[in-house]
């Protein structure tokens, strides 16, 4: 799966996502996969990874990082990833005693900082610090962010919250990298708003949608990915597209009309 | 009128350029910086969505001292609000003491959306106002401001360009608007082009063909089937023709001025009525 998709993206695996802000958007419900291929190829890069779970929990990624031949449990052992649990900070919310500390609860009046701190302080019990050279340059995933406007938390604080983040891990020598996922409901202001504000941030949005002629059993979606500006430096827009057909394990990708069941 | 802008000899004290996710404004944004810094002996380049290291790798390098960059990203009070204004860029601006300025901002959108909209369109009012500023130059998306927001800054602003996606393919379309000092306002379409290196190319009056609101004109209109056929009669109807045939009142239809014969079948069409205009009894041999 990650030898596919790296493939179609036309990227080395061994250092990609570089100082790319990845952003994307699932509008299919079955775009989860693309999460797993950048926490999997990361974790294979053995890079400095922070990941925010919102919609999953630890479980979730290990048992699918298995069947993609990673193991998530080392990784953490060996400190190079950390997983933060947001869907716990989120249920804290309700918790009596704990909602006055809960950084998600303070997102929902505009204070970002207690957020951002636990990532710079995952970031740093990890060893990414601004001050000495690591050996990689670090990765943040968010999986995924329309839970946070899910749950309530207006939209500018939402953008303000990755605006920070996108600060703080370019803040490091060398630069890192920040990926985040958004599922789009359909008319969904909200979610949609976001997502442009997101696109017009990132250097590399990605689209995972249905087919336009509806549910097929050998097509399930297709992906429009868009190279914008570097973080560093300009670059001209350029698109790619393909289909394609998740397994269990595998993911075949082909141009658009070119299934095997087709042909 | 876009060269005449970038190059200066078109005087502009605040350039608006609103752009949206199939047409970005900051490659416009980096040729304008770039030209502007030839003119001027400072420019205050204040960034939102790329670092000012993004800006400052593009520019020449003879360029590049008089390009000071202020990351708009970098101030953040305890809680985690933006605290950025532009007033310190004001503030710093007055300090240059009489030094030609320029100032450009990467994307009034983020601003926007965390602070009421006026505050920004007042401050961006007296950036421009201001007695050492030569030139404001700002990008905003389109698609992410709302329309009375929009509205503001393209009132406050002397020249508006609209970047708009062109459909011939690789170029691109942009809508100017120009009010010069004198008060006469200038529309124009022009197209323009990137080269590898981002530095614009090929400005040119927008083509028919090139603009996409003429062109879904041009489909919107009714094909007519029998322009290329030699026939011996005609399908379309005249203005005078359509009006002849809508005063043409149908028989079995109730009109309201012949109630007085006493044998008369009338018929009133019924909303979801397939009404046949064939005889229904020309089948049968009366």
Not at chain 2, 139 to 159: N, S, W
Request: proline share 4%; charged share 25%; glycine share 6%.
């Amino acid at each position: 799966m990650l030898a596919q998709i790296c493939q179609f993206l036309g990227v080395d695996s061994s250092d990609f996502p570089l100082n790319e802000h990845v952003f994307v958007a699932d509008k299919s419900k079955d775009g989860g996969f693309l999460i797993h291929y950048f926490l999997n190829l990361c974790v294979k890069q053995n890079r400095p990874l922070c990941f925010v779970g919102l919609s999953q929990s630890f479980n979730h990624y290990c048992t699918v990082a298995q069947k993609l031949g990673t193991n998530l449990l080392s990784a953490r052992n060996n400190k190079n990833l950390i997983f933060i649990e947001g869907l716990r900070l989120i249920s804290d919310i309700v918790v009596e005693g704990k909602e006055k500390t809960n950084p998600i609860l303070q997102l929902f009046n505009g204070i970002t900082s207690p957020l951002c701190n636990l990532v710079y302080d995952s970031l740093k019990e990890i060893g990414v610090s601004s001050f000495q050279e690591h050996f990689g340059a670090p990765v943040l995933i968010i999986d995924d962010l329309s839970v946070l406007l899910s749950v309530g938390v207006p939209l500018k604080y939402v953008v303000s919250f990755v605006k920070r983040l996108q600060y703080l891990v370019t803040s490091y020598s060398p630069q890192g990298s920040l990926i985040v996922s958004l599922c789009i409901g359909e008319g969904d202001g909200d979610e949609e708003d976001t997502w442009v504000h997101l696109s017009h941030l990132g250097t590399l949005s990605i689209e995972v949608s249905n087919l336009k002629s509806g549910y097929c059993k050998e097509v399930h979606g297709q992906i429009q990915v868009e190279w914008k500006d570097s973080y560093l430096k300009p670059r001209k827009v350029h698109y790619k597209h393909t289909q394609y057909r998740l397994s269990d394990k595998n993911i075949e990708l082909f141009a658009s009309g070119m299934s095997s069941a087709v042909l | 009128m876009l060269e005449d802008l970038l190059k200066g000899h078109e005087k502009s004290r605040f350039i608006l350029i609103t752009d949206s996710l199939e047409c970005i404004g900051r490659h416009l944004l980096l040729n304008w910086v770039e030209s502007a810094l030839e003119r001027c002996e400072k420019l205050f380049l204040l960034c939102f969505e790329r670092p000012p290291d993004f800006f400052h790798n593009w520019i020449q390098p003879h360029l590049r001292q008089k390009l000071i960059c202020i990351n708009g990203n970098e101030d953040w009070d305890e809680t985690g609000e933006m605290t950025f204004n532009l007033a310190r860029v004001l503030e710093e601006v007055a300090q240059g003491e009489g030094t030609p300025t320029c100032v450009a901002i990467d994307s009034l959108t983020l601003p926007i959306l965390m602070r009421p909209a006026p505050v920004t369109c007042r401050q961006l009012h007296r950036l421009a106002t201001s007695d050492h500023v030569i030139q404001v130059a700002v990008v905003v998306h389109r698609d992410l401001t709302d329309q009375h927001a929009c509205g503001l800054l393209e009132h406050k602003a002397t020249t508006v360009i609209d970047l708009l996606p062109s459909v011939s393919g690789s170029g691109h379309a942009c809508h100017i608007r120009h009010c010069r000092p004198t008060g006469k306002v200038f529309k124009t379409r022009e197209s323009f082009d990137f080269d590898e290196a981002i530095r614009i190319k090929r400005i040119s009056p927008l083509k028919a063909t090139q603009e996409p609101q003429k062109i879904l004109a041009l489909t919107s209109q009714e094909p007519d089937p029998t322009a290329n056929l030699d026939l011996s009669f005609k399908l379309q109807l005249s203005e005078s023709e359509r009006e002849a045939r809508s005063q043409v009142i149908l028989p079995y239809l109730k009109d309201g001025s012949s109630e007085t014969s006493t044998s008369k079948i009338l018929y009133e069409a019924d909303d979801a009525d397939d009404f046949d205009e064939e005889d229904p009894d020309d089948d049968l041999n009366i």
